[in-house]
């Protein structure tokens, strides 16, 4: 899945090199980060492999002027809009990069490779689903969603599940009450008994919480939401199940040029610059969870590069005295 590639051949994009900038990831970020800087006259190309996070879903919410839009609508409606700027997206995957601010080099997935002045990492990030319950991985993004903004006020009220391996304790009971802003009749599950204290299961009960000791071993999609198959037998129809992959950041090249990586993301200034200069990142991959923050950080790290490149290009009578 993902937009429909733009055929355009490696030497077409390679006439001018080294480029300004090199934009390695094609989803929110990336797009909004090639526009900022075609805007800002720079030479440059986004190369992209793979679909974006968001590809499962049918509607993405939340997205300024554009809620329940399709992801993959609005991502080739992105690259449509580049056209006009000449400012190509090239459908490869990066394996390595490598050199130092103002001389970076990339090397594709086929051995070809892309010279540029300034590069912009917007990998994303990958959700690594568990093989079980069944069926959890294929309703992702469907009928299973990991973000209550993503996908709640559509079915307001109305039946909810939750779904954590291992639940139970503090942080457990705070993700069952915070998802009930969605709905109080929320269904509370996991792939064996749930770990609360008497007074945690009063507590949660209380508020309207259904706490399912049977373990999930299956989901189903149907028509306005899922179905749930527990160990004991027990099936319960829900609007939505919430639950959560494991967050795999797409850091590799990240770290190959000696950024500053921590769990939440490449680490990144307020001016979306990461540790190493002339290496900027934008999007999940720097932290965040949402289309808006992707968009604005790629288009902040795009100002902000080019805005590196005028620097770097004036003239010596015009550089700041103590430069
Ligand atoms: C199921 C689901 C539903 C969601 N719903 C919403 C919603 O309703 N509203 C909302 O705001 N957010 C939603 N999100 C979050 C949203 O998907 C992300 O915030 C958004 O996609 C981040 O954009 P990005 O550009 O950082 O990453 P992505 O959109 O994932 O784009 C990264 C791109 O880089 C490519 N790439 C990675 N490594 C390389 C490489 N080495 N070489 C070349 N290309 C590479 C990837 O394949 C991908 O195409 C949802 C997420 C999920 C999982």
């Not at 991985?137 to 909810?160: F, L, N, Q, S």
Request: net charge negative.
């Amino acid at each position: 899945m993902g937009p429909a590639p733009d055929v355009l051949s490696y030497s077409a994009v390679m006439t001018h090199a080294p480029l300004d900038v090199l934009i390695i990831g094609g989803g929110f970020a990336g797009l909004s980060a090639a526009l900022y800087s075609a805007r800002g006259m720079k030479r440059g190309v986004v190369v992209t492999a793979g679909p974006s996070r968001n590809a499962p879903s049918r509607q993405a919410h939340g997205v300024f002027t554009q809620d329940g839009e399709d992801p993959v609508h609005l991502l080739q409606v992105a690259r449509d809009q580049l056209r006009p700027y000449d400012f190509p997206v090239l459908e490869a995957g990066v394996i390595r990069v490598a050199g130092e601010n103002g001389a970076f080099i990339a090397t594709l997935a086929d051995g070809q490779t892309v010279q540029a002045r300034k590069i912009i990492l917007a990998t994303g990030v990958r959700d690594l689903l568990p093989d079980e319950p069944t069926g959890l991985r294929e309703e992702w993004g469907k009928g299973v969603h990991h973000c209550a903004y993503c996908y709640g006020w559509e079915i307001r009220d109305g039946p909810t599940a939750f779904y954590q391996a291992a639940l139970g304790g503090t942080s457990g009971v705070q993700s069952i009450l915070y998802h009930q802003k969605i709905s109080r009749d929320i269904l509370v599950c996991s792939d064996r008994s749930l770990d609360f204290t008497p007074e945690q299961r009063e507590l949660l009960e209380t508020r309207g919480a259904h706490l399912m000791d049977a373990p999930l071993v299956r989901v189903d999609g149907r028509e306005g939401g899922v179905r749930l198959t527990f160990q004991d037998g027990t099936v319960a129809d829900r609007a939505v199940l919430y639950a959560h992959g494991e967050r795999r950041g797409q850091v590799e090249l990240a770290v190959q040029l000696g950024c500053e990586v921590t769990p939440s993301g490449i680490q990144v200034d307020a001016q979306q610059m990461t540790t190493i200069p002339g290496v900027y990142a934008a999007g999940d991959v720097t932290s965040g969870n949402q289309i808006a923050f992707a968009v604005a950080g790629g288009a902040r790290a795009a100002m902000f590069a080019a805005s590196a490149l005028f620097y770097d290009d004036l003239p010596d009578g015009a550089k700041a005295e103590d430069a």
